[in-house]
């Protein structure tokens, strides 16, 4: 009997002790959770720079849709609160990776609820660049805290959140250089000799290229330091010269065209060993664009003087001589003696 007493008395404690801790439990789960509120969300870009050259100067915008409200008193996208993203510049840059930013300040809002935003990048037109076609969705949940209404802020891309360190949209500008050289080669080719060369440039029609390009030096003094966008301009090297256009954005075309050494000096030419003297219309796709001109003047039959098909006779001949020279002036020096 006493030992039921004691297990009854054991079990009401457990019991007492359960109903405390759950009690305990609930207090700690029904505590109110504090927010803090966001009044701004920072969006993050990068601008990469492929292929050899600088990355121009580029201002990109930005269109914001919306998208979507849901647990608020506000029911239409329509009624859903004004927000903008300012541009994100950047200065022209020789650097393979730049980032910038900006800062969106985000409206009050007078109704708890989830507002969400679909935040576009605009397709610029600057030649080389390749624009972020991949939207960014902007999520802010406004929640009651304590009578204050707070905003949560979070962004996704491509289903993905986004961190803080995280780029939210990310451009590339590729470039590349066009090297045209010079080559002669043949018993006659001259290897002092200039050869001229038009070279023309041309943009895409729906994109803005640059007006001018920077051409490296050779030993022509006169030729041009610059090229124009759309102007045919003349340039000069000789045999192991090469002339560099730099900083040529992938998509634009050209033309190279040797001047014709063919009619009146006799020159083979060929232009990436294809006969030929014009390259016509290529397109900048990759990090160097090669134009190799190679002159040929050969001559198989130089005159020497000599019918070569005759000598070996003219050799005999000459050998008689001497050996009968040689047999009368030794058979004279005998008679002498």
């Known amino acids: 009997m006493k030992k039921t ?16 801790g759950s009690t305990a439990f609930a207090e700690e789960a029904e505590k109110p959770t504090t927010y803090t509120d966001q009044s701004k969300v920072t969006i993050k870009k990068q601008y990469n720079l492929e292929g050899q050259g600088t990355s121009p100067a580029e201002n990109f915008k930005f269109t914001v849709a919306k998208t979507g409200v849901s647990d608020s008193a506000i029911t239409n996208l329509e009624d859903m609160p004004e ?3 300012g541009d994100i510049h950047f200065d022209e840059n020789s650097e393979s990776t730049v980032s ?3 800062d969106i300040t985000l409206p009050q809002y007078n109704s708890v609820g989830v507002y969400t935003y679909t935040i576009t990048e605009k397709p610029g037109k ?27 802020v979070s962004l996704k891309k491509d289903g993905t959140k986004l961190s803080d360190d995280v780029n939210a949209f990310t451009n590339i500008y590729r ?6 050289s010079k080559n002669v080669d ?17 943009g895409q029609i729906d994109k803005d290229t640059a007006k001018s390009f920077s051409v490296g030096k050779t030993s022509y003094g006169k030729n041009p330091e610059t090229i124009t966008t759309g102007v045919k301009t003349t340039f000069y090297l000789k045999h192991g010269e090469t002339l560099d256009i730099k900083n040529l954005p992938y998509g634009l075309t050209y033309t190279v065209e040797e001047h014709d050494y063919t009619t009146k000096e006799g020159y083979t030419t060929t232009v990436n060993k294809k006969d030929g003297r014009t390259l016509e219309n290529q397109t900048v796709k990759n990090g160097t664009e090669k134009a190799e001109f190679i002159n040929y003047k050969n001559n198989d039959k130089i005159d020497t003087g000599v019918n070569l098909t005759t000598l070996p006779y003219i050799l005999v001949f000459a050998g008689v001589i001497v050996i009968a020279g040689a047999a009368f002036i030794t058979r004279r020096r005998k008679y002498e003696d």
């Open 5 to 20: 007493k004691k297990l009854l008395a054991c079990l009401i404690a457990a019991a007492t002790m359960f109903t405390m």
């Open 175 to 180: 470039a590349g250089t066009l090297d045209i």
């Open 126 to 152: 600057t030649a080389g660049v390749t624009y972020d076609s991949s939207p960014v969705e902007l999520k802010v949940t406004v929640v009651d805290d304590n009578g204050d209404l707070k905003r949560i």
């Open 100 to 102: 910038a930013s900006t």
């Open 186 to 202: 043949g018993n006659l080719g001259d290897k002092n000799k200039y050869f001229a060369f038009d070279v023309t440039l041309n």
């Open 83 to 85: 927000i903008s993203v």
